[in-house]
Nanobody, 122 residues
């Protein structure tokens, strides 16, 4: 699938943003949809994903929420209580569902969007 992420921007610490990722294709519901992020000078990091089940990184659990609208072929990342450490380029990812829980490893995902920058100021 082809992925197009949007919704990034500049926000103050404690604020909220919602990222969207629109996917092409007619079998969207059979895909795990997820998010990774990469901060300057750091490795790419798993944020969360939704397939059969939802899975979040510990660093965002309780603050970020992933949801999907299969009718619109879109996955969302609602980010609340943002911190400066959340500053990163956020990537939307996809792969076909193959297990109960989505994978955390970047190399398990076949399709990547172009990334959208989120900057959280202190």
């Amino acid at each position: 699938v082809q992925l197009q992420a949007s919704g990034g921007g500049l926000v103050q610490a404690g604020g909220s943003l919602r990222l969207s990722c629109a996917a092409s294709g007619r079998t969207f519901s059979s895909y795990v949809m997820g998010w990774f992020r990469q901060a300057p000078g750091k490795e790419r990091e798993f944020v969360g994903a939704i397939g059969v089940r939802l899975l979040y990184a510990d660093s965002v659990k309780g603050r970020f929420t992933i949801s999907r609208d299969n009718a619109k072929n879109t996955v969302y990342l609602q980010m609340n209580s943002l911190k400066p450490d959340d500053t990163a380029v956020y990537y939307c990812v996809a792969r076909r569902i193959s297990s109960y829980y989505p994978p955390r490893e970047a190399n398990e995902y076949e399709d990547w969007g172009q990334g959208t920058l989120v900057t959280v100021s202190s």
